[in-house]
């Protein structure tokens, strides 16, 4: 089945320490994106890439990393220098062009212990 | 930046009732998009709208594209339990551009 899919879908972070979320698409999307969502709150955007080898910043990145080496896959690295990573983590994908909505994974719910 | 303002933040309602959700914004869209999300999981695409004035359905849902391009609502007609969830309004400004998302609606629906 086509789809984006977004492992583990929970994952606990020691203080200090880097994680990395899994997002992988089989869509053939062109553009990924990654959100966070706070209780109560819409969905911010962390990072974007638009195309392989290429992404930019987006509202919230610092604290964050993230890579597209291929088209299907971006990980994001939830780094120790975010000092609030508690939230719900969904990434996004979509073809690049008009009147082409975002299309989202099921997430990934990081804790701190 | 863009700001989306998303109304009402939550509604409780009987089940049957029909509900009204709207969204408002600071700068021109040029898309809208309606999403619903289930607690722990993504958001799931609801309707699309691309067009000023465009009014287009899916089953009980109805979502419009205001005529000034900074506004759009979305309608659920004969609420049942399984619409309980968070509704989201996004808006882009651009063909290309980033989405701008609304803080969502938290439908709750009594049987």
């Known amino acids: 089945d086509g789809g984006i899919t977004q492992s583990p879908k929970y994952l606990f972070r020691k203080e200090g320490q880097n994680v990395t979320l899994s997002c992988e698409q089989n869509?053939?999307?062109?553009?990924m994106y990654w959100y966070r969502q706070d209780p109560g709150q819409g969905l911010r955007l962390i990072y974007y890439?638009?195309?392989?080898?290429?992404?930019q910043k987006g509202d919230i990145a610092e604290g964050y990393s993230v890579s597209r080496e291929k088209k299907e896959s971006f990980p994001l690295t939830v780094t120790s220098a975010q000092k609030n990573p508690t939230a719900f983590y969904l990434c996004a994908s979509r073809v690049w062009g008009e009147r082409q909505p975002q299309h989202f994974g099921d997430g990934t719910r990081l804790s701190i212990l | 930046g863009q700001q989306l303002n998303q109304s009402p933040q939550s509604m409780f309602i009987q089940e049957g009732e029909d509900v009204s959700m709207n969204c408002t914004s600071s700068?021109?869209?040029?898309?809208w998009l309606w999403y619903k999300q289930d607690p722990g999981e993504g958001p799931v695409l609801l309707i699309a709208l691309y067009k000023a004035g465009e009014l287009t359905s899916n089953g009980r849902l109805t979502a419009q594209f205001g005529i000034t391009r900074k506004d759009s609502f979305l309608n659920i007609s004969a609420s049942i339990p399984s619409d309980v969830g968070i509704y989201f309004c996004?808006?882009?400004?651009?063909?290309?551009?980033?989405?701008?998302f609304g803080q969502g609606t938290i439908l709750t629906v009594h049987p």
């Open positions: 996004a808006g882009r400004g651009t063909s290309y551009g980033k989405l701008t």
């Open positions: 869509l053939n999307h062109d553009a």
């Open positions: 890439s638009q195309i392989v080898n290429d992404f």
């Open positions: 700068s021109i869209f040029n898309t």
